[in-house]
């Protein structure tokens, strides 16, 4: 069995760039679905913290990267990497499109080390994705707050209550490269 923080590190970036409940139909969310995830590409980095259960309080950071999938179906290819003092583990998902849904992994999926996207949808700002794996459900809400700021949320299913677990602050990465004249 894999330890909790293990799994929910793993989940963080899972969907560092993922899903939220939308009103459009399928054939005009797709549009604004595929808008999301490309105003999501790039590469962001921030901390995180677990929040609650056994590590609570474990602060870990992240340095993720992100790119909208290709083809006509919106979803988005993540990796990158998070730190918990000196041990790095690796991060990657792949969540596409799937009808009015979304599925995916993150690692290897639940038949691995990983999680299964199991459900999503995109909003304007946001992004909400059903994760599990095994007896854990949650779910992973993705907000931007400005076009350099997204807010992550990873919540689990006790009994019939989500609880908070995972709370990462990601800021957009930029070349700091000074742009001058030549004369």
Not at 123 to 136: E, F, M, P, S, Y
Request: with cysteine.
């Amino acid at each position: 069995m894999f330890s909790r923080p293990s799994l929910i590190v793993r989940g963080v970036a899972a969907f560092a760039l993922a899903a939220t409940v939308g009103l459009a139909s399928p054939a005009s969310s797709g549009a604004r679905d595929k808008a999301f995830f490309e105003k999501v590409a790039g590469q962001w980095k921030g901390p995180g913290e677990i929040v609650a259960g056994k590590y609570k309080g474990t602060k870990f950071t992240c340095d993720l990267i992100g790119e909208p999938t290709s083809g006509a179906d919106a979803g988005i290819k993540l990796d990158g990497f998070c730190r918990v003092g000196v041990f790095k583990q690796a991060m990657s998902a792949m969540i596409t499109q799937k009808g009015s849904s979304y599925t995916g992994k993150f690692l290897d999926g639940a038949d691995g080390k990983g999680l299964d996207v199991v459900s999503g949808n995109v909003a304007k700002d946001k992004v909400v994705v059903g994760i599990n794996r095994k007896q854990l459900n949650g779910a992973m809400i993705a907000r931007l707050q400005d076009a350099e700021t997204m807010n992550i949320t990873i919540s689990v299913k006790v009994e019939e209550t989500m609880i908070p677990v995972i709370g990462v602050n990601l800021n957009r990465q930029m070349d700091k490269i000074a742009v001058g004249s030549i004369k």
